[in-house]
């Protein structure tokens, strides 16, 4: 059984620094795209930042580029997301994800297994 657990979440201020981290297990990582996605209260699930399985291909939300960082460390079945200059608008539930099907992909269903989630939260 695939698990994925994330970790990293917390209140910081505006232009302040986390990282992200979310640990597989129970699969192949190395055979997974990753996502990285967040849901604010009362909003939809938003894909934030994609990787392929090699880590050769990665694509991120307009909101985001050049602040957040995804990547991965497949001998240590870890993907991360390095978030730099967080906004208010930043505060969510992120969650990690992964699928089999796809290089990369961004919708929220195709992606198989998922994590439970950890709090973001920026202060202004």
């Known amino acids: 059984q695939v698990q994925l657990v994330e970790s990293g979440g917390g209140l910081v201020q505006a232009g302040g620094s986390l990282r992200l981290s979310c640990v597989v297990s129970?699969?192949?990582?190395?055979?997974?795209?990753m996502g990285w996605f967040r849901q604010a209260p009362g909003k939809e699930r938003e894909s934030v930042a994609r990787?392929?399985?090699?880590?050769?291909?990665?694509s991120y939300v307009d909101s985001v580029k050049g602040r957040f960082t995804i990547s991965r460390a497949n001998a240590e079945n870890t993907v991360y997301l390095q978030m730099n200059s967080l906004k208010p608008e930043d505060t969510a539930v992120y969650y990690c994800a992964a699928q089999a099907q796809h290089v990369i992909a961004t919708l929220v269903t195709s992606y198989d297994y998922w994590g439970q989630g950890t709090q973001v939260t920026v202060s202004s």
């Open positions: 990787i392929s399985r090699s880590g050769g291909i990665t």
């Open positions: 129970g699969g192949t990582f190395s055979n997974f795209g």
